[in-house]
């Protein structure tokens, strides 16, 4: 429980960050050597690194009264931007019972200063009579102090470089644990910070979770990740989940002997890019007056229907339809009242059809409907007939109404056949009907032609 509140306390008290700082420039953590020399004092902290007890050094160190610290957690005392190196190091200083850890950074003086200090931290949380972290602070010798600060000022161009990138980025371990993550993260994703990357990337849409599964295994096992698409639920309040699409891209981080110690990512909100090329796809397959597909889509959807796909195929129809008297609308009552007759023709059509049939203007008052999976030709005439009967009824335009027919010709082959072939036959279908008049329908037989 001391280290669930330990754990709250600081993520409202540093950054949104959860990185070490100083290991990545190696020196956060090692394991005790030696004690510079000079004055000592010796801390004692709770779970919650609130300190229990002081030796009066702290005076000579600090220049605190011993009673000064007593009850207060130790990072009050440690500057800002060493607070996230100080958190990092204490975790994983609590996942190891027993062990000896150091940790350097800057201590408040009582006078407003700052005093570079290391911190001999060992972990008796497990001691059942006296669970506590027993700390041994001195101060450390120039040549150090030097080398600390190179190493803070080459970490903190690194983190305002992280910051000031347009994407989000983050480090992990190979366990997945993350190191390191900058701000902009938490923006796209909408997510706090996380321990690990599974628990970050929580809100992957469940569709997609393979994909960053995958990714992950590629980048850890020394494999270049490059722009995999993922979908994120972002959380919204009490409005509906809102979905985000973003790119991941990772590479591998390894030691001088080129094993893979981890990985850094960097992601990027295409959302408005990815409705972008979708309007623009919608606009290239569907045409924009009527709704239905556009000629060069209906043809790849016939395509389709038409492949191979095993032994038991079923048969494919195409239904051919042409509005009859279109121009002559067209001249009597203006260009919107024959835009109109084709808003309303796409409109039935579309409600006349089967579930997986598809409609498609083919040119000025032609469409053309691929009907997939039709076992006999009877079914594909069924449906024929229900679309000109849907198209036989009046349209209403303003105090206008005009008498809408249309001709309407079928084909249908059980067997593999080309596209170009199976148009072509309801086409001629199509003219039959038209020679027939009074809005029939004509089907096309491979032995008579079109009947």
Request: net charge negative; with cysteine; aromatic share 6%.
């Amino acid at each position: 429980m001391a280290y669930v509140r330990f754990s709250l306390y600081f993520r409202a008290l540093v950054p949104r960050r959860i990185k070490t700082e100083q290991r990545q420039t190696g020196a956060v953590m090692s394991s005790a050597s030696s004690v510079p020399d000079g004055v000592s004092v010796r801390i004692t902290r709770d779970a919650s690194a609130v300190i229990i007890s002081v030796s009066d050094e702290i005076t000579d160190l600090l220049g605190w009264p011993a009673t000064e610290l007593l009850g207060h957690p130790s990072t009050e005392y440690i500057h800002p931007e060493d607070q996230p190196s100080a958190v990092a190091a204490w975790f994983e200083m609590l996942e190891a019972p027993g062990q000896t850890r150091i940790w350097r950074g800057r201590y408040r003086t009582s006078d407003a200063g700052w005093k570079w200090v290391e911190c001999v931290n060992v972990n008796m949380l497990d001691d059942a009579e006296n669970p506590a972290v027993l700390t041994t602070m001195s101060q450390i010798s120039s040549g150090q102090v030097s080398l600390a600060e190179e190493l803070r000022a080459r970490s903190q161009l690194l983190s305002r470089l992280s910051d000031a990138m347009p994407v989000g980025m983050f480090q992990m371990d190979t366990d997945r644990t993350i190191t390191f993550t900058n701000d902009r993260l938490h923006l796209i994703l909408g997510h706090s910070a996380s321990a690990t990357i599974d628990a970050q990337f929580s809100i992957v849409d469940e569709n997609d979770r393979s994909l960053l599964d995958s990714a992950l295994d590629t980048v850890l096992a020394d494999g270049i990740v490059d722009d995999v698409e993922l979908r994120f639920l972002r959380p919204s309040g009490d409005a509906p989940q809102e979905e985000r699409v973003c790119v991941l891209s990772m590479r591998p981080l390894t030691d001088w002997t080129g094993e893979v110690t981890g990985a850094v990512g960097c992601v990027s909100d295409v959302t408005a890019q990815v409705e972008l090329r979708r309007q623009l796809e919608v606009r290239a397959n569907t045409d924009e007056l009527t709704s239905c597909f556009s000629r060069a889509k209906i043809l790849e959807v016939l395509a389709t229907a038409l492949e191979p796909q095993d032994e038991n195929h079923r048969g494919t129809a195409v239904i051919f339809i042409d509005l009859c008297g279109f121009k002559a609308i067209n001249d009597m009552f203006g260009h919107a009242a024959g835009d109109r007759v084709l808003e309303v023709a796409g409109a039935r059509l579309r409600s006349a059809i089967r579930q997986y049939d598809h409609v498609g203007r083919f040119g000025g008052d032609e469409f053309l409907v691929v009907c997939p999976n039709v076992d006999t030709a009877s079914i594909a005439l069924d449906v024929a007939r229900r679309i000109s009967s849907s198209l036989t009824k009046p349209v209403n335009i303003t105090v206008e109404v005009i008498e809408l027919r249309a001709s309407v010709g079928v084909a249908w082959s059980g067997e593999f056949i080309d596209a170009d072939t199976l148009v072509a036959q309801a086409d001629q279908a199509m003219y039959e009907s038209k020679r027939a008049g009074s809005s029939s329908v004509a089907f096309f037989t491979s032995t008579d032609g079109s009947t």
